[in-house]
């Protein structure tokens, strides 16, 4: 990853220390600006730019989200982390698009979560989109029952087996790990959002901000049910964030 060019905004001096020391013992990031409010920041970024702004929230006179919302507007906007001493405002942060949010009092830790997020995928030849499983074998029974990969909405690990389930609610136990369904399955339409989860993306349709960075999303279930839950666990959350552009 090449190293990047970082603004830090923040009314409080001590926190803006705190973050460009941690960065420079990293090495990932220089600092190229430090500012104690957002038009200042905004001057410097509009006619300057960085790759990477770390900005507070709760700030006088312009706050960090109306700042981030006008860095929105530039032509090659800078990637936003927002420094709070709130967990409160996920939604608000995701509606800018923001990388991460670091909670105060952050650390060395923190940092490396968010440079893991900015390096860019492994670039490299693209599958054969024709290897892609169109089929699954389900155990019905003593028989094994074709099911079409079209017609499942998530693939499921739960207490020591790994459940089919399509989208008319059904499940069907199947002999194969999530990790060799997870190369099986075209990640255009599937994707692995947990551990215990491979999600079908066409059936979600509702996605809600979760704990620990994390999100829910509700998959669509047969009228006759309930919408299916399915958590996304902190170390997939970025692969959902791709898909959905967040």
Wanted: aromatic share 8%; charged share 25%.
């Amino acid at each position: 990853m090449k190293r990047l060019k970082a603004v830090l905004v923040d009314d409080e001096p001590i926190i803006c220390g705190e973050l460009k020391c941690l960065l420079e013992e990293q090495g990932w990031a220089w600092v190229v600006g430090v500012y104690h409010d957002g038009p200042s920041a905004l001057a410097f970024l509009e006619a300057e730019g960085a790759d990477l702004v770390f900005l507070d929230v709760d700030m006088p006179g312009m706050d960090g989200l109306e700042v981030a919302r006008r860095l929105l507007a530039l032509p090659h906007p800078p990637q936003v982390v927002f420094v709070t001493a709130h967990a409160s405002f996920a939604l608000e942060a995701f509606s800018v698009r923001a990388l991460d949010y670091l909670l105060k009092p952050f650390d060395a830790e923190d940092l490396r979560r968010v440079a893991a997020r900015i390096q860019p995928p492994p670039t490299g030849p693209a599958p054969d989109q024709g290897s892609w499983a169109r089929n699954l074998l389900v155990e019905h029974g003593a028989s094994l029952e074709v099911v079409s990969v079209a017609s499942i909405r998530l693939v499921q690990a739960r207490e020591r087996e790994v459940l089919v389930e399509t989208l008319d609610g059904r499940q069907w136990p199947i002999r194969a790990s999530l990790r060799d369904l997870e190369e099986q399955l075209d990640p255009r339409m599937f994707l692995r959002c947990h551990r215990n989860f491979i999600v079908n993306l066409d059936q979600v349709h509702q996605l809600t901000p979760w704990f620990n960075h994390g999100y829910l999303l509700k998959l669509r279930g047969p009228r006759d049910q309930k919408a299916v839950e399915v958590p996304v666990g902190r170390a997939y959350a970025e692969r959902i964030r791709a898909h959905f552009r967040l």
